[in-house]
């Protein structure tokens, strides 16, 4: 026990935890097979944190509800569909642009770019579209700020989904309708082989890893700069904000900005990874599924919000398909006779989860310092939208 | 112009940018809405020299919109008096028209019954299906909303979208999940009259047989019973009701089984309209309602009416020139239209606070 | 303080442990090779189809078929045991087709599993779009039942430019199917409207690789044949009726080109609506009983009547009449195990599918782990194999030299078979 204590007392003390849990993170696909089950569900797993610690940065830290976040997650597979296959065949003579790729995607027509020019690129396409969805609400509060994001959301989704009826200069179509964009290319990045997701899951699980240490750093150090203050300014009292000087507009265009983007890198990433983009798969029930992760951690807490993202994806994509209904829970159920499939309940399941979770607990699992304190030392305000249950 | 309340007791006269900025966001709308059909209606005179076809997409846009404005009422009644989404409420929809399709099977309703037995037969499911949704939005909210009554309003909100997922797997698990096709009871296409070229069908004007009962029996409810009164009263200062004596929850179920009732109508008629039934109908119905009830004034009952039929012949022109794989994208341009610029709605009074 | 550090700690181990405990369960070796060597004298055969929605009913027959093939045999090839593994290339949100996520994902998990011998499916073609590439990198043999798509196997008329080499990204053919191409099936639509007396078509679409491509292949048929088209649109599966685009139809016969999870029901109940004295032709897509038996929210019998069907199987008299004695074996075994005399058209395809896997390890004897012998003996030693379907051939691009289409009539809410369409050369 004192030694504990003795530990908790050295300055670097509160880095000690996330420093073990990360080199953890980091080896573990060293243990595992190249190609591993697991690994493929870690590799999502690690994805949905970028986009849930996006979502957080506009629902968590400006306190603008959301719903209309799949957008980005399109705009990020989008960017990938558009320029890492072979989907328009009828550039530069059929030869195809090609520039910092090899291997297989280089001998292929259409436009290839190496995957960081794609992720800059994603990163500008969902800053913008960010931008533009957040102008109609800037006057707008809570519900109805979720309304018309939710409103965005579908429209771009169905734009995307329907993008083979509207043709760019003569022939270039928006995206491929309902059938899907594929294959994509392998990640290839300067000065290493093109990753191979039919070989070896390690290359993009590390790459992955990469990112979501990066998006945590800019998120780190966006919470404690000026801009991360503003933007708790803005979610805890929106007149006070303006009356002290923050410059209201910029603070929420930059938010939505921001929070797209990292929903664009993730949606690359998954592009790349899933070797297929397809319309489909835009609808309002993956912003919830983000949406829930970022609240099942906890609004505005970072860590937080990593738990939740990983949570959740673990029982969407392995407790439901794996766990409950391929393992013990299912074949016990099949011996009694009842022939149904978790999978066609996970819809429910899921639904049931986030009723119970905004019953019993509401500020999630590991709610942001701010708010225990507000919790514990009476700091109450009158008037904000999320202030959580005592 | 902020939605959020500006307070009632203003005793300055409204400046003149006021003033005007009220009357583009009013009449702006107006014209806004009015531009789609005038100008298919335009093009119709071009192409046929008559307003038949714009005249036939208003026709159905009428009756495809009392449907809607049933949900929409839904919405409204709810918004109006807990300041709550209840996104739940297009799967009640749903589930009313899950529910009068199980029971045409046992009644023995098909195609070929006879008049009276099916009039009977249908009579049943209707109240049967208003009563299975009236019921589940009461319970809904029973369990999920009260609780949070005092909770900041990401809770509710969450609460419903559970609830909605929940119900679609309901829907699943009963029916499939994929569309599945209904008969074709009171031959819902067959022409019925033709006013100068306007076809009505049965199923339109079926449509208005029960809907427009429906919705005065509503109006007066709401305008002239004790009961009603209390919703009122409720719904323009909880806490004042409750010192009036008021009993606040069950105001509050009974608005919800009243919403609830209309959408399972809804259902019915909508089934036998279409012809067919599909979990995910009320995902799609849901918004489309809801975006009613914000056009024509969200807490606003006339409000919720009128804004489902404008949305019912928005809908009907875009299927019909468009192509009906962009009606939502539309619909949803026409919501994020109406927040922008006038988010209190054609008629909407402000509510307490828009938010 | 401390019970943050708890709480952090005690969430991920919970995370790690539920995963490494469902991991227990799972079919991954310790080992380190990948794709190529299977230790062991276990064999997996994946099979990947639909089984929500409309198609449960559909897709239940192909397993069941592929299930009696594996009995017929014992389960055992050799010295080697097969497991057979079902998997669900559809989900909630996109039932009765595959969805193109799950299908990647099934694909992937066949790519992990180390002891993957064959890969049965997809059942639709916009799914072997998706894991064709992926399994074709890890050089696992795949055979569908009932892919058509022209694109996937050869670049003919109504494929994409860069098709088919872009599927097989490790430059040779893993592929296979056993039925014919969309070519085949649209000539055969294009006969029969012939023969009925049509003289002008609309075709509907649903947007799928499958549809859209056999509404290409239809109509540059009935353009051969000299019908006038007289447009090709795309359905939207989400939308509730088909009233707006249905009246456009000005032709007297029209193709519904698309599958029944499609909405296929609606579409065709909406044109019989809108034109009354069309003819109404539908494909493979539509062949079950989802489509035509009223009682499973099929089209209604009015409908049903004016509607013709191709899908490339013939009827148990048929197969009798042209000599296939394997066929009446198969259709009697069915009855026997599972108690349906008349099942699904794609039950038989399902046996053949996994009759021709089982052959193909056969003949490769021991060498029945290794996946480049299998693949070699699929696609280029199979040749005038003796099955249910008849006598036929793979050919070099993974294609079945069969072309025989049935047409088929509905009649109380089942497809009755009229006759065979002999096509002149497609």
Redesign the interface.
Known sequence: MSTIQDLRRRRWAPYLLPAVVLVGVAVFPLFRPPLDGFMDDCILALAYVVMALGLNLVVGFAGLLDLGYVAFYAFGLMTMGWWASDFYTGVNGEEGIHIGVSGFAATLPGIHLSFLIIVVGAILVCAVAGAIIGLPTLRLRGDYIAIVTLAFGEIIGRTFANGDEITIFNDYKLSNGRQSISPIDQIDLPLLDPFDSALNLRPYYWCIFAIVLVVLFVNFRLRDSKLGRAWIALREDEVAAASMGVPLVKTKLLSYATGGAFGGISGAFLGAYFSSVNANQFQFGFSIFILAMVILGGLGSIWGVVIGAVLLAFVNNRLIPDVLDQGFVGDKLRDIGLNFSFTEISFGVFGFILVIMMVLRPEGILPERRRQMELTEGIGDTESVFEARG | ????GIPAGQALKPRRSEVVSEFISKYGLIAILIAFPAYYGIQDLIDDGNLTRIGNNLADGLSNGAIWALVALGYTLVYGII?L?NFAHGEIFMIGAFTSFALWAPLGLN?DTGTVALVLGLLVTLIAAMLVSGSLNVMIERV?YR??R??????????A??????????G??W??????????LIES?KELVNIVGISLSRGDLLAFAVTVPLVLLLTTFVGQSRLGKAMRATAQDPEAAKLMGINVDTTISLTFLLGGLLAGAAGLINTLY???V?Y??G??AG?IA?TAA?MGGIGNLRGAVLGGLIIGCIQQIS??RI???????VI??Y??LI??FR?QGLIGEETR??? | MRVRWLAVLSCLVGVFALGLAACGDDDDSGGSSSGGDISGNELTIYSSLPLQGTSKGQSEAVINGEKLALKEVGGKVGKYTIKYVSLDDSTAQNPGTADEGQTAQNARKAVQDENTIFYLGEFNSGGTKVSLPILNKANIPQISPSNTYVGLTTNDPGSEPGEPDKYYPAQKRTYARIVPTDTIQGAALATIMKEDGCTSVNIFNDKTTYGAGLAKNVEQSAKDEGLTVKGNDGTDKNAPNYRSLAAKITADCFVGSGVTGENYVQVFKDVAAACPDCKLYGPDGVAEAAFTDPKQGGIPADVGARTKVTVATLSPSEFEKQGISAAVKFFDDFKAEYGVAQPDPYAIYGFETMDLALDTLKAVGDKANDREAVRNQLLTKTKGRESVLGTYDIDQNGDTTLTDYGLYDIKNGQLEFVKAIKVGGG
């Open positions: 112009m902020e939605a959020a300041e989404i195609p999920g609780p949070l005092g909770a900041p309003k990401l809770a509710p909100l969450i609460t979208v559970g609830f909605s997922f929940i119900l679609q797997n309901v699943i698990l029916l499939g999940a994929s569309q599945r096709g209904v008969p074709d296409q279409q012809t067919n599909w995910f109908q995902f799609t918004l809801f914000v299927d019909n192509g009906n794989e962009w009606t939502p994208a949803f341009a919501l994020v927040m922008v988010p606070e828009a938010g």
